[in-house]
Every structure is written in C-alpha cells, then in structure tokens.
C-alpha cells in the first residue's frame, strides 16, 4: 500500500525558510519520479515542483522558480522541498505526489493520489 506522509510545515514569517519531508512507503520510491503540489485557501491545486528518479533533472513552477529547491533521499525513501525566502503567497497546505508510472514522467495531474498534506503559513 502507497503511503505519503508529509510533514515540517510550520508558520514563518516572510522571508524565512522551511524544509519539508515527505516519507513513503509501499513502492519502489527510487524508480519514480515524485511532485510537491499545493493548495492555497479557495485555491485550486498548484504544481510546485517535479524530480527525476534519479534527482538529475528537476522542473519548478514559475512562482517558486529560484527560491524552492525539491531533493530526494533515495536510500531514505524520502522526499524533499526546501523553501527559501517565503512569500505570503506561498501560504498553502503542500503535498507530494507520486508519479503513476515506474520509471516514466507523466507529468502532474490533479488526479494523482496524495498524502493528508502539511500548513505552511507565511506572516508578512
């Protein structure tokens, strides 16, 4: 059974930066390439970020471009989204996404599965 459990949200003030995590299990998390998605309130999902299976390429949304950063641990089955100088805007629940396919990118679709997400909250 796929399980996604994100975790580091937090509430910080402008400027700051978090690190989240994303644990998993139930599947071969080194053949597959991973997303950070969010939701903002009264938003609809936004893609963040993507990264190969092997973390050599890597793909952000413009917003974030140049101050997000996603890694990956694959001997710890764990993903990463590291978050630097945050906006207001980037206020959101952040979720990561497997990709459906082994070894193949796909591309985000809202439809993919997620984990329960985790808040960060940014004061300006």
């Known amino acids: 059974q796929v399980q996604l459990v994100e975790s580091g949200g937090d509430l910080v003030h402008a400027g700051g930066s978090l690190r989240l995590s994303c644990a998993t299990s139930g599947f071969p998390f080194g053949n597959y390439w991973m997303y950070w998605v969010r939701q903002a309130p009264g938003k609809e999902l936004e893609w963040v970020a993507t990264i190969s299976s092997d973390s050599a390429t890597t793909y952000y949304g413009i917003r974030v471009k140049g101050r997000f950063a996603i890694s990956r641990d694959n001997a710890k089955n764990t993903l990463y989204l590291h978050l630097n100088n945050l906006k207001s805007e980037d206020t959101a629940v952040y979720y990561c996404?497997?990709?459906?396919?082994?070894?193949?990118?796909?591309?985000?679709?809202?439809?993919?599965?997620r984990g329960q997400g985790t808040q960060v909250s940014v004061s300006s």
């Open positions: 996404v497997k990709d459906p396919k082994e070894e193949f990118y796909t591309g985000w679709e809202s439809r993919f599965p």
